[in-house]
């Protein structure tokens, strides 16, 4: 099956810092990226559809500017948090879409900003 | 915007009854609506999705049924064991990938 690699599983920095998580498609290809921040006890919003080749496509509300992502190969998407906030804590998860077996997520990566 | 509302937000259920949790879409464009389970700590697991030219699609003790007119679907699950227990989000797409979610219900099967 597609199998979605994301790094870190979790990751502790400092307010300030910047923070790269790193989402790979493993067995296929995936031109498109999705990026969703999830809350405790609350829902996945989608952040940005990150394109390969091309700029993302970030949700209303989303700063583009602090949530920077790239899309260099058809296989890797990255979201760096730059400047990170204790608000900014939180559960990331990608998702990449595979022809044959559809939507799958990534492991996940929880953020704590001290 | 698109919108997709989910419910309950929790629910509670002797192990053996069945659950069902209902969603409702805004988007009139949508044309799948896949159902996810998601442990706590871990990624949503696809369990079962639907797409709009069914009305309905079953998976052993796992159902689903689509009302277009209403844009509403829900998930049934039949027997329910303790390992039923997790957050359940639905999500509607109109065939661009992208996925909204509904807001989750936590399903809790009492032994």
């Known amino acids: 099956g597609a199998v979605v690699s994301q790094h870190p599983s979790w990751v502790i920095c400092k307010s300030g810092t910047s923070v790269k998580i790193e989402c790979r498609s493993l067995?296929?290809?995936?031109?498109?990226m999705f990026w969703y921040r999830q809350f405790p006890k609350q829902s996945l919003m989608l952040m940005a559809t990150?394109?390969?080749?091309?700029?993302?496509?970030?949700e209303q509300g989303v700063e583009k500017d602090k949530f920077l992502i790239n899309h260099a190969s058809l296989t890797l998407s990255t979201l760096t948090v730059t400047s990170a906030h204790p608000e900014d804590s939180s559960f990331y998860i990608c998702?990449?879409?595979?022809?044959?077996?559809?939507?799958?997520f990534g492991s996940g990566t929880r953020l704590t900003v001290v | 915007g698109e919108n997709v509302e989910q419910h309950p937000s929790t629910l509670s259920v002797q192990e053996g009854d069945s659950a069902v949790i209902k969603c409702t879409y805004s988007?009139?464009?949508?044309?799948?609506f896949p159902w996810y389970k998601q442990e706590l700590g871990k990624r949503p697991q696809l369990i079962i999705d639907?797409?709009?030219?069914?009305g309905e699609k079953k998976d052993q003790r796992i159902a689903v049924t689509l009302n277009k007119t209403a844009k509403h679907f829900s998930l049934h699950i039949t027997e329910t064991q303790p390992e039923d227990s997790a957050v359940y989000f639905c999500?509607?797409?109109?065939?661009?990938?992208?996925?909204?979610f509904g807001t989750g219900t936590r399903l809790k099967v009492l032994a």
């Open positions: 998702s990449a879409r595979e022809r044959t077996y559809g939507y799958t």
């Open positions: 067995d296929f290809q995936a031109t498109t």
């Open positions: 990150s394109n390969e080749g091309s700029k993302a496509t970030y």
């Open positions: 988007d009139s464009a949508s044309n799948y």
């Open positions: 639907i797409r709009s030219n069914v």
């Open positions: 999500a509607a797409s109109s065939g661009t990938y992208k996925y909204i």
